[in-house]
């Protein structure tokens, strides 16, 4: 949070995978200025293209909401497991216990990554998810259980939340939905694309304004920081006040928070 606010930012979203463990410590943390909007980014899935909805100001207590979350953190944990005894049996020396102390708390393929480096045996969080190690479908790579997309759009809206489409465009990461989804997910409550982002180039990024003004929707940017697991800094990419302003008028779940 602080971080945040040094960065020169008026608001800050707090948008972990699949949980909302981090909102109480960002919400004790949050110095004079900055204001906090809790959500998730939840993992979903379409024709087996995976996919991330970020999901802002919905209400953590929603039961149905709470216990796809709660099934998805659970199957995080395991699918980590399996890779990282899959390294090991292939005579890596990464074992449960460091990727646990790279976490200190949920674990994820970035903290499997981050063992690696430990030991030498890749240079950088980038080069561990390639095909060679745990990218996606790569040589220690294991799957993950996932909602489907629609599903999940619906469990935000029903939970108050107001959905985002998390990098929708970027094709660097793997497959991507055709616009078909996308209206789709339109259809379904989907709120805003968010468009701004490191992994979007200006060819991607016009295309998706164009195709959210065709749909209704708002458009977002966003940092995606990840501490040090990845380069880009907060405050990289950002979102319009207009754009905000819609976010909090539409949810009905929770309050920003503000210092």
Same mark, same amino acid.
Do not use: N
């Given at each position: 949070?602080?971080?945040?606010r040094d960065?020169?930012l008026?608001?800050?979203?707090?948008?972990?995978h699949d949980?909302?463990? *981090?909102?109480?410590?960002?919400?004790?943390?949050?110095p004079?200025?900055?204001?906090?909007v809790?959500?998730?980014e939840l993992?979903?899935?379409?024709?087996g293209?995976s996919?991330?909805?970020?999901?802002y100001?919905?209400?953590?207590?929603?039961?149905?909401?709470?216990?796809?979350?709660?099934?998805?953190r659970?199957?995080?944990?395991s699918?980590?497991e399996?890779?990282?005894?899959?390294?090991?049996?292939?005579?890596?020396p990464?074992?449960w216990?460091?990727? #646990?102390?790279?976490a200190? *708390?949920?674990?994820?393929r970035?903290?499997?990554?981050?063992?690696?480096?430990?030991?030498? &045996?890749?240079?950088?969080v980038?080069?561990?998810?390639?095909?060679?190690?745990?990218?996606?479908?790569?040589?220690?790579?294991?799957?993950?259980?996932?909602?489907?997309?629609?599903?999940?759009? #619906?469990?935000?809206?029903?939970?108050?939340?107001?959905?985002?489409?998390?990098h929708?465009a970027?094709?660097? #990461?793997?497959?991507?939905?055709?616009?078909?989804?996308?209206?789709?997910?339109?259809?379904?409550?989907?709120?805003?694309?968010?468009?701004?982002?490191?992994?979007?180039?200006e060819?991607?990024?016009?295309? &998706?304004?164009?195709?959210?003004?065709? &749909?209704?929707l +708002?458009t977002?940017?966003?940092s995606?920081?990840h501490?040090?697991h990845?380069?880009?800094?907060?405050?990289?990419f +950002?979102?319009?006040?207009?754009s905000?302003?819609?976010?909090?008028s539409?949810?009905?779940?929770?309050?920003?928070i503000?210092a």
């Amino acid at each position: 949070m602080r971080e945040a606010r040094d960065a020169g930012l008026d608001v800050v979203a707090l948008t972990d995978h699949d949980t909302t463990a *981090g909102w109480d410590d960002a919400a004790a943390a949050l110095p004079a200025g900055l204001s906090l909007v809790r959500g998730t980014e939840l993992s979903c899935s379409r024709g087996g293209i995976s996919l991330h909805v970020l999901a802002y100001l919905f209400d953590p207590a929603e039961p149905e909401f709470a216990a796809v979350r709660r099934m998805l953190r659970e199957s995080r944990v395991s699918r980590a497991e399996h890779m990282v005894e899959m390294l090991a049996a292939d005579g890596h020396p990464v074992t449960w216990e460091q990727v #646990r102390e790279h976490a200190g *708390g949920t674990v994820g393929r970035p903290h499997i990554a981050r063992a690696l480096m430990t030991h030498g &045996l890749v240079g950088s969080v980038s080069e561990a998810f390639g095909p060679e190690w745990i990218g996606t479908r790569g040589r220690y790579w294991v799957a993950k259980a996932e909602l489907d997309v629609i599903d999940g759009v #619906r469990l935000i809206a029903g939970a108050g939340g107001v959905s985002v489409f998390a990098h929708p465009a970027a094709s660097r #990461r793997g497959r991507t939905v055709g616009d078909d989804v996308i209206a789709l997910m339109a259809g379904a409550g989907l709120a805003g694309l968010e468009v701004d982002h490191i992994d979007h180039d200006e060819t991607e990024r016009a295309h &998706l304004r164009g195709l959210a003004a065709e &749909l209704g929707l +708002l458009t977002t940017g966003s940092s995606d920081f990840h501490g040090d697991h990845k380069e880009v800094r907060l405050g990289a990419f +950002l979102t319009e006040e207009s754009s905000y302003e819609e976010i909090v008028s539409r949810a009905t779940g929770l309050e920003v928070i503000a210092a």
